[in-house]
């Protein structure tokens, strides 16, 4: 994009065509589609007087779940992006929830809150919100879920946490995959690497030996 207004929080379509992200140039953020390969500006999607932050389409193209500011903080609100003007609250609250994420099979979401006075990871059935877990236990941010569903990471401080997802909305308890992921970080399309915004002093190299093994060790069946 080059508005000079602020554009932000990309959201890539599942078939890879569009991008979805939100953009200031009315004020306040709004969602925004741009459809790649083409010579097209970027088409507004939805727009209200409050700030909105994309976050996660589901699997099958038809929804996309976003932060919406409140008084207090941010809910969770999904759109159809068939009609973007059918929206509904998925979370709101008086406690401040962020980072929503569709699973694989597109049956869950996985997002944080601060309801237990801390950030937490949790989950909850979708579209109808009749099972909600919580999959954290020592705090938890920006849940992200493995491509082939069997698994959900997210930050923990600077450790990237995992968990197992055993079915019928159970899930294992969190174990650490690294340990000094400072920075930001992504799980790569075929699940087999994380990529991360290092932070390290200029200068310094850090040799890892016999990596595969422990990352064997660490994630069981790899």
């Known amino acids: 994009t080059f508005d000079p207004a602020w554009d932000g929080y ?15 140039r009315r ?14 500006e970027p088409r507004l999607i939805y727009q209200d007087q409050t700030q909105k932050y994309p976050s996660s389409i589901s699997p099958d193209g038809h929804y996309l779940a976003f932060r919406r500011a409140t ?7 999904v759109l159809s992006l068939s009609d973007p003007e059918n929206l509904q609250p998925i979370l709101a609250s008086p406690y401040n929830e962020g980072g929503p994420a569709f699973s694989p099979d597109g049956k869950w979401l996985a997002y944080d809150s601060d309801e237990s006075g801390r950030k937490q990871v949790y ?6 919100g009749s099972v909600r877990r919580k999959v954290s236990t020592g705090g938890g941010l920006s849940p992200m879920w493995s491509a082939d569903g069997r698994a959900l990471y997210y930050d923990e401080g600077t450790k990237v946490m995992r968990v197992d997802v055993l079915g019928n909305g159970q899930f294992s308890s969190p174990r650490v995959l690294f340990d000094d992921a400072v920075g930001n970080w992504k799980l790569m399309p075929d699940g087999k690497g994380i990529i991360i915004e290092g932070q390290g ?3 310094k ?8 093994r422990v990352l064997e060790q660490t994630v069981p069946g790899l």
């Open 71 to 77: 008084e207090g903080g941010y809910d969770i609100w």
């Open 205 to 212: 190299l850090r040799l890892t030996l016999n990596w595969r």
């Open 27 to 40: 004020g306040h953020s709004d969602i925004y589609e741009l459809v790649l390969g083409g010579s097209s």
């Open 123 to 128: 989950v909850v059935a979708f579209p109808e």
């Open 201 to 203: 002093s200029p200068g």
């Open 10 to 24: 990309p959201v890539w379509t599942p078939d890879g065509s569009r991008i979805l992200f939100g953009s200031e």
